[in-house]
């Protein structure tokens, strides 16, 4: 069994920095095995990162398009897409969060969490459905902080900070991801 499954683990031993290039690492040291390993650590994005380097992350680290069954699809879109330029206008950043919403009534109380990945323009939330892959590829991704909904009421939110692990990161732009695919033509 190999000593140490992310070879990245230094100084921060349990972040993993994702740099601009796709390459995982913490400082100068790369990890250049399995990044299976990795899956659980806290991630750290380089200055600079956008949605292509994370497609470069998932070239760089083949075993990683088996995290979620939609990155295959994804990736291949991907290779279709201009090497550059790919950024809509009306969107400043892509931001990956997560939600929290009690619901109360009708029936009975429940606590729902979810990941969201969603375009940020002007400090406002912009839903990213409408744009394909070759808008959003040069747009930078931050991670954003957990909002928590009390029944439903927009007046009642509060925002905490957040830490996302390599899986939760990989898993949560792939499901939101995939609901991306209407050709260009067909789009309103």
């Given at each position: 069994?190999?000593?140490d499954?992310?070879?990245?683990?230094?100084?921060?031993?349990n972040?993993?920095?994702?740099r601009?290039?796709?390459?995982l690492?913490?400082?100068?040291r790369?990890?250049?095995?399995?990044?299976?390993g990795?899956?659980?650590?806290k991630?750290d994005?380089?200055?600079?990162?956008?949605?292509?380097?994370?497609?470069?992350?998932v070239t760089?680290?083949?075993?990683?398009?088996?995290v979620s069954?939609?990155?295959?699809a994804?990736?291949?879109?991907?290779?279709?897409c201009?090497?550059?330029g790919?950024?809509a206008s009306?969107?400043?950043r892509?931001?990956l969060g997560?939600?929290?919403?009690m619901?109360?009534?009708?029936?009975p109380?429940?606590?729902e969490i979810?990941?969201v990945?969603q375009?940020?323009?002007?400090?406002?939330t912009?839903?990213i459905?409408?744009y394909?892959?070759?808008?959003?590829?040069?747009i930078?991704?931050?991670?954003?902080?957990?909002?928590?909904?009390?029944f439903g009421?927009?007046?009642?939110v509060f925002?905490?900070?957040?830490?996302?692990n390599?899986f939760e990161?990989?898993?949560?732009?792939?499901?939101?991801l995939?609901f991306?695919g209407?050709?260009?033509?067909?789009?309103?």
């Open positions: 069994m190999p000593k499954l992310c070879p990245a683990r230094g100084p921060s031993m972040t993993v920095r994702i601009t290039d796709g390459m690492a913490d400082g100068d790369v990890v250049q095995t399995s990044p299976l990795c899956l659980g650590l991630v994005l380089e200055p600079g990162f956008i949605l292509r380097s994370f497609f470069a992350m760089a680290y083949p075993l990683l398009a088996e069954p939609f990155l295959p994804l990736m291949e879109q991907v290779r279709s201009p090497a550059s790919c950024s009306g969107l400043q892509l931001q997560r939600a929290v919403d619901i109360g009534f009708p029936g109380p429940r606590l979810y990941t990945f375009g940020i323009d002007l400090g406002n912009v839903e459905k409408p394909g892959l070759e808008d959003l590829l040069d930078g991704v931050e991670l954003g902080p957990t909002r928590h909904m009390v009421d927009k007046v009642d925002e905490f900070a957040s830490v996302f390599l990161l990989i898993d949560g732009i792939a499901w939101s995939s991306h209407t050709p260009r033509q067909c789009r309103i």
